[in-house]
């Protein structure tokens, strides 16, 4: 109800992310990671959250520009992370919907 609260464990933050987005609530998964990379740069929840993002950017809300900038972001900053190969295929997937967008 307030709109300036905030989650203060990150964890706490990973598992509602991800609920919402199991539960369909793709607005309120935005919402939830709305500033998790600045809020803590270092989590190691940081790539998985921002993986789940720009997907709802680009498949739920036609975001696509803003979640490339994130996925080439991912890709630069965590080339070995365990999630790579899936933030590539995102990567992929997103520039191929901007492809053909342009058409």
Known sequence: LDPDFQLEVP???TRLIAHAVATGQSRLALELAAGFDTRFPRNADLPQNL???ARLM?????RAPEAKQILEGLV???PE???AAEINQALAEVQHM?????R
């Open 81 to 83: 992370h365990p999630l």
């Open 51 to 53: 993986l789940l993002t």
């Open 76 to 78: 630069k900053r965590y």
């Open 11 to 13: 964890e706490d933050i």
């Open 58 to 62: 680009a498949e739920r809300f036609g």
């Open 98 to 102: 901007l492809v053909i967008e342009k």
